[in-house]
């Protein structure tokens, strides 16, 4: 039997369902609004707010799930990769239509990918979305190596997600899914002390809640 994390069961697949992020959803959406392709993305914010979740979904809106390739980190972005990408890329996809490329922990980019992707954002067709996220904030020191980040983020929708006033949204949010886990013996407090000791994120605080330490 294939184990499924708390975290992955009650992560959000509509953006109704992402908490606390409404200024940031609404840029998404009104974006979508002008068209889903032809675009990359940059959403940054802090551990476990809801980037990818939130990449996820923006994904979906165009591409059909085997059409949508997420790397875990930039390093898995090599030459290679952004080569097999390009050829990729030029082609339609069945269902939907559309190719989605989601690249997390982006802020680990090496120069040479970023000199490339340069180039290849300057082209993305209509079908075709990319979507960086990254916990880091700011343009200065984003990346190693003194490359500047500028011509990167320039090319991009940059939509930053809040890590303030989550606290009591989550803290209820993760009661809910304890209390319908069998795992809640504790007061709505105690999952606001959580969510601070977490520094607000909900990906640490439904693993915390699955060891059973919400219980009695
Ligand atoms: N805003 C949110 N609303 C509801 N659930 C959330 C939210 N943010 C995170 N979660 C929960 O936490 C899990 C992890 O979230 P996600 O993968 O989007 O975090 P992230 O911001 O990409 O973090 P990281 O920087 O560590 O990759 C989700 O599967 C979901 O269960
Ligand atoms: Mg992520």
């Known amino acids: 039997m294939k184990t499924t994390t708390l975290f ?6 509509t953006f109704d369902d992402v908490l606390g992020q ?36 923006i994904a979906g809106y ?11 980190s930039a ?18 996809a069945p269902g939907k239509g559309g190719r989605a490329y989601i690249i997390n922990e982006a802020h680990g980019l090496r120069k040479p990918m970023i000199r490339r992707l340069l180039g290849l954002l300057e082209r993305i067709p209509n079908h075709v979305c990319i979507i960086f996220t990254t916990t880091k904030t700011g343009e200065s020191s984003l990346f190693d190596e003194q490359v500047d980040a500028h011509p990167l983020l320039s090319r991009c ?3 930053e997600l ?10 209820e949010h993760c009661r ?11 007061p709505l407090q105690s999952y606001i002390k959580l969510a601070q ?10 693993m915390t809640i699955e060891t059973g330490d919400m219980l009695l």
């Open 8 to 13: 992955e069961k009650y992560r959000p697949t």
């Open 22 to 57: 409404e200024k940031a959803i609404n840029k998404v959406k009104l974006l979508l609004a002008r068209g889903w392709g032809g675009r990359a993305w940059w959403l940054s914010g802090a551990s476990g707010t809801g980037k990818t979740t939130i990449a996820r979904i």
């Open 62 to 72: 165009g591409a059909d799930d085997f059409y949508i390739t997420e790397y875990d």
């Open 75 to 92: 390093d898995a972005m090599t030459a290679a990769e952004i080569s097999r990408l390009e050829q990729d890329m030029c082609y339609l």
């Open 157 to 159: 929708a940059k939509i």
């Open 162 to 171: 809040t890590n303030q006033g989550l606290a009591k949204v989550f803290a």
């Open 176 to 186: 809910q899914i304890a209390t319908v886990e069998n795992l809640n013996g504790k």
């Open 197 to 206: 000791s977490c520094k607000n994120n909900c990906r640490q605080m439904l």
